[in-house]
């Protein structure tokens, strides 16, 4: 079971960050990846992060704004959002899967495993 939490409404700019608790003891045998769905769109990839944390995945859109990281002693993904732009304004999603092919890491279909969102609302 996963849960996120941390989101909110905040002015464009300032950071916020992101927790995905996850339930269980396979925890840190698990791909971690975050997606969000803004309004009237699809939900699209955001970041992802390899089992052991070594590696890291970003959409363009995010690439340098945003960071994720993961603490397994702890069952939690994260993610830290700074200089926000009303354009990231959307549900986030924690999401995690056994995929162990890069191209699979941002698909929703090869997810396993999704955590109810939290929304982020940035106001310009």
């Known amino acids: 079971q996963l849960q996120a939490s941390g989101g909110g409404l905040v002015q464009a700019g300032p950071s916020l960050r992101l927790s995905c608790a996850a339930s269980?003891?396979?925890?840190?045998?698990?791909?971690m990846g975050w997606f969000r769905q803004a309004p009237g769109k699809e939900r699209e990839f955001v970041a992802g992060?390899?089992?052991?944390?070594?590696?890291?995945y970003y959409a363009d859109s995010v690439k340098g704004r945003f960071a994720i990281s993961r603490d397994n002693p702890k069952n939690t993904v994260y993610l830290q959002m700074m200089i926000l732009k009303p354009e990231d304004t959307a549900v986030y999603y924690c999401?995690?899967?056994?995929?162990?092919?890069?191209?699979?890491?941002?698909?929703?279909?090869?997810?396993?495993?999704w955590g109810k969102g939290t929304l982020v609302t940035v106001s310009s």
């Open positions: 999401a995690a899967s056994r995929v162990t092919d890069d191209a699979s890491k941002m698909q929703i279909s090869r997810m396993d495993y």
């Open positions: 269980g003891r396979t925890f840190s045998t698990y791909y």
């Open positions: 992060i390899s089992e052991n944390g070594g590696r890291l």
